[in-house]
């Protein structure tokens, strides 16, 4: 048995943005939000249900399944495999104007409902902090109580999370040892006794996995191998550039040191650009400069 990896694009839209299994979707926010018994959602609406792309336009490098659910709050479920410029206030804006959509101007401001965005990141984002589930919320600092609860950001960074399969006892630590090693897996471990994340499961074997559906994928990740290589090739030549700018310098520095001493042993301006290859503007500001210092 053999599964797909969940961080690939198509991956996870269809094993989480699958109408007919909306309980895979249920299980991993109640899991992540670890929303307590009374609270759990219970039934949601896939605002954006999952649709096979034609490969020709498959551009998508962030991914996101839009849920709204029986509360009418809504959800933003997002894998970010690399992480780009300006991230943080990508996430900001991208809730907020989620948040602000859900009212037409002159309606009335209490039909907003609270929108919670929740970034599964492949990638660490917080430096400061060891745990790999963060919950961030708009907070009284002195009280640390929140009345400003419109908004509310949840972050899973998969590289803090290293976990080994046998002290996996909750079902957000199996959630995320799914999502993180699926393609390392060969069986559905033993102990998976949850509906959703069992059917995650069984949608991630590629087995069950139409033709289609498995040239899109293999797409995808060819796609996120040549976005990397890209960023590979334009960081590689960043460096080679700014080596080679030093050498620039370097040179210059050298040649400048080179004058000054000259100068100060009296030398012609013509033997002193004869023997440093500067122009005479330079070696004119040099002697200007040092009759300063003097």
């Known amino acids: 048995m053999k599964f797909v990896d969940i961080k690939n694009d198509i991956a996870f839209r269809k094993i989480f943005g699958n109408e007919n299994k909306k309980e895979i979707l249920i299980s991993l926010l109640n899991a992540v ?21 034609e490969i020709k336009h498959l551009k998508s490098s962030i991914l996101d399944v839009r849920v709204t659910d029986e509360r009418d709050i809504s959800y933003i479920v997002e894998m970010q495999v690399e992480e780009l410029d300006g991230f943080d206030k990508r996430v900001q804006y991208y809730t907020a104007k989620q948040y602000s959509a859900q009212i037409e ?11 919670i965005f929740i970034g599964i990141l492949d990638f660490t984002f917080f430096d400061d902090d060891t745990e790999y589930i963060t919950r961030h919320r708009t907070v009284n600092v002195r009280t640390q109580k929140s009345k400003l ?25 199996k ?28 949608d991630a074997y590629r087995h069950n996995w139409s033709k289609k559906e498995l040239e899109a994928y293999h797409y995808a990740e060819m796609r996120k191998q040549d976005e990397r290589g890209k960023t590979e090739l334009a960081v590689r030549r960043a460096t080679e550039q700014a080596k080679n700018q030093g050498k620039i310098e370097g040179k210059i520095e050298g040649k400048i040191e080179m004058a000054q001493e000259m100068i100060n042993d009296n030398e012609s301006i013509d033997k002193i650009i ?15 400069e040092l009759k300063k210092g003097n």
């Not at 419109?150 to 006892?169: A, D, I, Q």
């Open 33 to 53: 939000l670890e929303l307590p018994k009374g609270k759990k959602i219970k039934k949601i609406e896939i605002k954006d249900p999952f649709q096979l792309p």
């Open 105 to 115: 101007k002159g309606e009335d401001y209490p039909k907003l409902n609270q929108v």
């Open 149 to 173: 609860n419109g908004m509310e950001y949840n972050f899973v960074e998969l590289p803090k999370f290293t976990k080994e399969l046998n002290s996996c006892k909750s079902l957000v630590d």
């Open 175 to 202: 959630w995320i040892y799914f999502i993180k090693n699926a393609p390392n897996l060969e069986v559905i471990p033993a102990d998976v006794k949850d509906e959703g994340l069992k059917h995650a499961y069984e």
């Open 274 to 288: 004869k023997y440093t290859k500067l122009s005479k503007e330079i070696i004119e500001k040099l002697i200007i």
